[in-house]
């Protein structure tokens, strides 16, 4: 179950970061609240991931989906480049968190 809220603390933490990004386009309250439930759902689901994983295996991938994540939301969403590069080291970044979910 801590894998799952892990999971699910990565995807909200997404979230967040797209939403920080609407905030700056549209200025809209609507965009700060949707920021606040995303990173508030995010450390809760995190701090739940917590009680079972190590805590440099639990923030290491949650900061990893969060940041590939942002990084393919903005490639979708807002035009930010899509550079093979860009989408190597975000695969590496991936596989990161593969490989600490294998050893742990």
Same mark, same amino acid.
């Given at each position: +179950? =801590?894998? @799952? &809220? @892990?999971?699910?603390?990565?995807?909200? $933490? +997404?979230?967040?970061?797209?939403?920080?990004?609407?905030?700056? *386009?549209?200025?809209?309250?609507? #965009?700060?609240?949707?920021?606040?439930?995303?990173?508030?759902?995010?450390?809760?689901?995190?701090?739940?991931?917590? $009680?079972?994983?190590?805590?440099?295996?639990? &923030? =290491?991938?949650?900061?990893?989906?969060?940041? #590939?994540?942002? =990084?393919? +939301?903005?490639?979708?969403?807002?035009? $930010?480049? *899509?550079?093979?590069? *860009?989408? @190597?080291?975000?695969?590496?970044?991936?596989?990161? =968190?593969?490989? @600490?979910?294998?050893? #742990?």
């Amino acid at each position: +179950m =801590a894998w @799952l &809220y @892990l999971i699910l603390a990565g995807i909200f $933490e +997404m979230v967040g970061v797209t939403m920080i990004n609407k905030m700056h *386009r549209d200025k809209n309250w609507q #965009s700060v609240v949707y920021m606040l439930l995303g990173f508030g759902a995010s450390f809760l689901f995190l701090a739940l991931a917590m $009680e079972n994983l190590p805590m440099g295996t639990a &923030y =290491a991938i949650w900061t990893g989906i969060g940041a #590939s994540g942002g =990084a393919i +939301m903005g490639m979708l969403f807002y035009g $930010e480049s *899509r550079d093979w590069r *860009r989408i @190597l080291f975000i695969c590496m970044v991936l596989g990161a =968190a593969v490989g @600490l979910k294998a050893i #742990s």
